[in-house]
């Protein structure tokens, strides 16, 4: 998958605990997203960045930070997990700002109990 | 609802049968990619179409868009099992940098 490693691919944890998912890229592009993907729902835009330390926030990004203090990797933190964020949550990364080809990751399939 | 919607959410053929699946949205867009997602596996692009072109190919895949309808279609010519999948379309909004996915047609590829 392009050079994109998302871990742990499997996690089951409780509600309110908090919950950081990783992802590590060896392309060295600029940008890296964060999706979760639903049923019903398509794939939905939590937060991207656009070089380290440069985040902003996506369509769904309430409950969730990120953090990315190197090129390669791209933090994505629950703080007090719910049952909503439940989901596959998928990494991507893109060279071009105009998200014109997107790479992504295998996914990590989440569990909030 | 969603920017891009994909019609139908499911179909099934036969192999060397072709698939045909329409995506449509509600705003200017700068461009249409399709993506394809294998059961248990993260999303791979296909291709993109641009605003102000009309048609598309590359290899077995055909994508239109209709920009005054606001739709495009992904057809997939002489199937193979192994196009069995879920195909996705994303649309880059002409205003801004969002890139919006539909919620996907599930493609069956029969042996």
């Known amino acids: 998958d392009a050079g994109i490693t998302q871990s742990p691919r499997h996690k089951v944890t409780e509600t309110g605990t908090p919950v950081t998912l990783r992802c590590h890229q060896t392309?060295?592009?600029?940008?890296m997203y964060w999706y979760r993907q639903d049923p019903g729902h398509g794939l939905r835009l939590i937060h991207y960045?656009?070089?380290?330390?440069?985040?902003d926030k996506g369509e769904v990004s309430d409950g969730y930070s990120v953090s990315r203090s190197k090129t390669e990797d791209f933090l994505l933190t629950l703080e007090s997990a719910t049952s909503s964020q439940t989901s596959v949550y998928f990494c991507?990364?893109?060279?071009?700002?105009?998200?014109?080809?997107?790479?992504f990751g295998s996914g990590t399939q989440l569990s909030v109990l | 609802s969603q920017q891009g919607e994909e019609d139908p959410q499911a179909l099934s053929i036969q192999e060397g049968e072709n698939a045909t699946m329409n995506c449509s949205y509600k705003?200017?867009?700068?461009?249409l990619q399709w993506y394809r997602q294998n059961s248990g596996r993260g999303l791979v692009h296909l291709i993109l179409?641009?605003?102000?072109?009309r048609e598309k190919h590359s290899g077995r895949l055909r994508v239109t868009l209709d920009t005054s309808k606001k739709s495009s279609s992904l057809l997939i010519t002489a199937s193979r099992a192994a196009d069995t999948a879920s195909y996705f379309c994303?649309?880059?909004?002409?205003?801004?940098?969002?890139?919006?996915f539909g919620g996907g047609t599930r493609v069956l590829v029969k042996p």
């Open positions: 991507a990364i893109s060279e071009a700002r105009g998200n014109e080809k997107l790479f």
């Open positions: 392309e060295n592009h600029r940008y």
């Open positions: 960045s656009y070089g380290v330390k440069d985040t």
């Open positions: 705003t200017s867009i700068n461009n």
């Open positions: 179409i641009r605003s102000n072109e």
């Open positions: 994303a649309t880059k909004e002409a205003a801004g940098n969002k890139l919006t």
